[in-house]
């Protein structure tokens, strides 16, 4: 049973930096990617997607973090991390691990992920 586990959140300031961690194990074989999402909390507010990276480690960012945010994969230790530096107030959300059962290149944002983590909190203030 595939499980994702976040770790990582916290507050920080402008400017500032963090690294999330996904740990994530019971994958049958390699060919899945993983991929960051995050949603602002308050009603209405809607989940998007980050960062993502498939199996030949190419990234893929969604132009509000790209330059600022990089998704790497360990695959020896099964941890996925995000980078994010020069962090903004917009920045704050739940952010979550996700994973897609794709042997191949990044299929693209509109795709049904096929697991999930939990999330974990990132506060960024003025």
């Known amino acids: 049973q595939v499980q994702l586990v976040e770790s990582g959140g916290g507050s920080v300031q402008t400017g500032g930096s963090l690294t999330l961690s996904c740990a994530y194990w019971g994958f049958t074989d390699n060919r899945f990617c993983m991929a960051w999402f995050r949603q602002p909390l308050g009603p209405g507010q809607k989940r998007e997607g980050v960062?993502?990276?498939?199996?030949?480690?190419?990234?893929s960012y969604v132009p509000a973090v790209k330059g600022r945010f990089t998704i790497s994969q360990d695959n020896e230790k099964k941890i996925a991390y995000l980078q994010m530096n020069d962090l903004k107030p917009e920045d704050t959300a739940m952010y979550y691990c996700?994973?897609?059962?794709?042997?191949?290149?990044?299929?693209?944002?509109?795709?049904?992920?096929?697991?999930w983590g939990k999330g974990t909190l990132v506060t960024i203030s003025s």
């Open positions: 960062a993502a990276i498939d199996r030949a480690a190419a990234a």
């Open positions: 996700a994973a897609l059962l794709w042997g191949g290149s990044w299929p693209g944002w509109d795709r049904n992920m096929d697991h």
